[in-house]
Structures are given as C-alpha cells and as structure tokens.
C-alpha cells in the first residue's frame, strides 16, 4: 500500500502579515523555519523516499530543510502550486473592498467553478493537484513520498478524495507544517483508491502557527 505524506510549508511573512500569497510568494519567518525543522525530524522518523515540491519559493525553503533531514533529493513539480489568486495575491486581507472580499468569498462558500479575476477555479487546481498525486503511483515498489505544498491545494486535494467538492478545503485546517497521510488501496471490500489516514496533524510542532481566523 503506498503512503503519501502531505506536508505545509512552514508560517511565511504573508502568513503572518495576513496578506494573501496564491502563486506570489514570501518567505519563511524564524517561526517558519523551525517548524520546518520539526516536520523534517518527524519525516526522518517516517523513512520518506522522495521529497516532491511545489515549485514556490516558500515550499522549496521547507523541502530543503525537510531533504536535508530525511536526506533525499527534491523533485520539483508545479503543479503543486497554490491557487491562483489573480488579482487580489499580495494584497493585505483586511483591506479588501466589499466586491473584492465578495469575490474571496466565492472560493470561501463557492461554487467549482468560481474564480477571482484572473485567478484560478478550485476545479482547475483540483484537476492539477489530483494528477501531481496521481504520479506517486509510478514510484518504484516501496517508496514513501511526501509532498510539499500549500493549504487551499493540499485542502482541496484531501476534501476532493473525501468525496467532497474541492471548495470544502475551507472546512480543514491545515496549519503551516501540519502532517496529513493518504493511503491508496486495493480492496475487494473496501474502498479502492485514496483513502484518508490523517489530517493537519501538528503534534510534532511546538510553536504551531495560529490560523488566519484567530490572527
Ligand atoms: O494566502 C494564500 O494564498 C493561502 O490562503 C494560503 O496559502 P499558503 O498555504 O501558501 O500559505
């Protein structure tokens, strides 16, 4: 049965500023970098393969820590990349005028195919995401990958294998440098596919990140 480990980068300036990153990017503040060393002592404990990254700077900052602990190479794929937040990426989020937090919202509450202005719809990067995954299968026998990415795509990825539409990503917390486990089995008698194992674990992590809300 193969294992796949879904890890956050670790807490950035924007996370902490509350600015809004998508496909733009900051990086990691001291706080980040040691969860990023947590997560790494843990990956090291779970005999990971293959570290496998989104392409941004905040998530190939992780993965170098993580790689180094685990010590294996990165293999960077962008389709592992946050959703595209079109015009509103960098901007602060408390100061979004009413169309903009409107236009938030649709992703928040939405539809599939909801979109901020040359932005991205949830079904576009669920498609992505769900293929980058799908590529673990053509690992070799035994291999334990983890994968680096960001919390609306690693949301959408598990809510969209929970059977859910990819927009329920907002009803999972994935804090920077969580740990999710996903499973794919062969089962005459239970589900065959990807299954769930966990999610947004942070137990290895002694200064977790607050999430947006309790900023
Ligand atoms: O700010 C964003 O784009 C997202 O809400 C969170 O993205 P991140 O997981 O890359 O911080």
Do not use: F
């Not at 980058?132 to 960001?150: F, I, T």
């Amino acid at each position: 049965m193969l294992q796949v480990y879904l890890v956050r980068h670790g807490e950035t300036q924007w996370n902490a500023e509350r600015r809004i990153q998508g496909q733009s990017d900051s990086p990691l503040t001291a706080k980040g970098e040691q969860q990023a060393w947590q997560v790494a002592e843990r990956a090291r404990s779970l005999g990971i393969t293959h570290i496998i990254a989104s392409d941004l700077g905040r998530t190939q900052q992780t993965a170098r820590i993580i790689a180094e602990a685990c010590g294996c190479d990165i293999i960077l794929d962008p389709r592992l990349r946050e959703l595209d937040m079109g015009v509103l990426e960098k901007r602060h989020v408390d100061t979004l005028t009413e169309q903009e937090e409107g236009w938030r919202r649709t992703l928040v509450n939405g539809t599939e195919d909801g979109r901020i202005p040359q932005g991205e719809s949830m079904q576009e990067l669920s498609v992505r995401v769900q293929a980058a995954l799908a590529d673990c299968l053509k690992l070799p026998q035994g291999s334990r990958p983890l994968l680096v990415s960001h919390g609306i795509a690693l949301g959408c990825l598990v809510s969209t294998i929970l059977g859910l539409p990819a927009y329920a990503e907002r009803r999972l917390r994935l804090r920077n440098c969580s740990i999710s486990r996903i499973d794919y089995q062969e089962s005459p008698w239970l589900a065959s596919g990807w299954v769930v194992e966990m999610a947004g674990d942070i137990s290895h992590l002694d200064a977790p990140a607050l999430d947006e809300l309790q900023r």
